[in-house]
């Protein structure tokens, strides 16, 4: 059974830097490659929102609050999600959770990681 742990996050003053990683364990060789991954974040009182996806073909989606300051990547070989958070802003404050979607429309979700941004 594939789980997936997400790590990176803390506290970092506004205008820093972060990068959030995501690992799927117990799983086959490569299996993120198969799938869409992506991160998403909850702060508190809201709904969880979409920050980036990348599918099988590496096509990436961002949402417009992220564009240009976050990127997403991944290391098939790895089994590894990154997210990479540049500029952070103290709206940026949450917790992000990775996610693989299978092609099969199944989803898998990692447990979160916190991050906050001070001003």
């Known amino acids: 059974q594939v789980q997936l742990v997400e790590s990176g996050g803390g506290l970092v003053q506004a205008g820093g830097s972060l990068r959030l990683s995501c690992a799927a364990s117990?799983?086959?060789?490569?299996?993120?490659?198969?799938?869409?991954v992506g991160w998403y974040r909850q702060a508190p009182g809201a709904q969880r929102e979409l920050v980036a996806t990348m599918t099988s073909g590496r096509n990436t989606n961002y949402a417009d609050s992220v564009k240009g300051r976050f990127t997403i990547s991944r290391d098939n070989a790895a089994n590894t999600v990154y997210l990479q958070m540049n500029s952070l802003k103290p709206e940026d404050t949450a917790v992000y959770y990775c996610q693989l979607k299978y092609p099969s429309g199944d989803a898998i979700w990692g447990q979160g990681t916190q991050v906050t941004v001070s001003s």
């Open positions: 117990g799983s086959i060789f490569g299996i993120i490659s198969i799938g869409t």
